[in-house]
């Protein structure tokens, strides 16, 4: 099943959060300011700039390699939601057909150039997005953030995210089954079906939702989670996060392919 197989590799990205090696134990707040300015790096390039972003693509490939992180699955993730970011720049070939580029006598307008430049952007920062999910759990990111500075109130609600989301995946596995169960796999999905199933799944909804907070405030809950292990901030994680800085100013601050280009030209003649 389709929904079966998101729903385990929900999971799988998850269990990939709890490896042993050096970029899982970094403290999360290094990794969260790291991939914060990354990311504040990469959107700040020019609409028509490509070259620039290319040597970006290094700290991802680091972070695959330390992290232990299947290149494979980070990438599909990437894919599926990849559609937005394609319909945001589709139009700028039409819109800008000015010529900006000849390419082994074939033009390039301006609107293919900053249609690429989007679709680059958007590989790097979802991609830095998730292997900061597939290298620190959720509830560390949530404390990272909390010690950040954070709101607890906006803390407390994504680990409630997180936390229930599973619990409303399984449910709305068990309902997809049962229905696949009753019509031999052999019935369609209408939008007749669809709908009865969301509103099955809304009104559980709900009632799950009295229950755990019926629950919760028996247990004593004060709007606050406090989470038991402490994280310190190490030489270790200094060290990361002054070199990823440093890193990602040079790598925005100098143009290293046009440099390079240069250099190789004066090298030829």
């Known amino acids: 099943m389709t929904f079966d197989n998101e729903y385990f590799n929900l999971g799988y990205l998850d269990a990939l959060s709890y490896q042993d090696t050096f970029v899982h134990r970094l403290d999360p707040r290094a990794k969260l300011l ?25 700290f991802p490939m ?39 580029y000849e390419i082994f006598g074939v033009s390039v307008s301006a609107g293919w150039v900053s249609f690429f430049s989007i679709l680059l952007k958007f590989i790097l920062a979802m991609t830095s997005a998730l292997l900061l999910v597939a290298t620190t759990s959720f509830p560390r990111i949530c404390e990272g953030l909390r010690k950040l500075g954070v709101p607890q109130i906006f803390v407390s609600q994504m680990l409630f995210l997180y936390r229930y989301m599973f619990v409303l995946a399984e449910e709305t596995m068990k309902i997809v089954r049962g229905r696949e169960m009753r019509s031999f796999g052999k019935g369609r999905m209408n939008i007749r079906t669809f709908i009865q199933i969301i509103s099955v799944i809304f009104i559980r909804t709900l009632e799950r939702a009295e229950r755990i907070y019926q629950a919760m405030l028996a247990r004593g809950f004060t709007g606050n989670i406090n989470i038991t292990k402490k994280y310190a901030f190490a030489r270790s994680d200094m060290l990361f996060l002054a070199a990823s800085v440093l890193s990602i100013y040079l790598l925005r601050r100098y143009d290293l392919p046009a440099i390079l280009g240069k250099l190789i030209m004066k090298g030829i003649v």
């Open 34 to 58: 790291a991939m914060m300015f990354f990311i504040f790096a990469v959107i700040s390039f020019p609409k028509y700039e490509i070259s620039g972003l290319i040597p970006f693509l290094f």
């Open 62 to 100: 680091i972070f695959f390699a330390l992290g232990d992180i299947p290149v494979a699955f980070i990438l599909k993730k990437v894919a599926i939601v990849s559609p937005f970011a394609l319909f945001i720049g589709i139009f700028n070939p039409i819109l800008d057909s000015r010529k900006m």
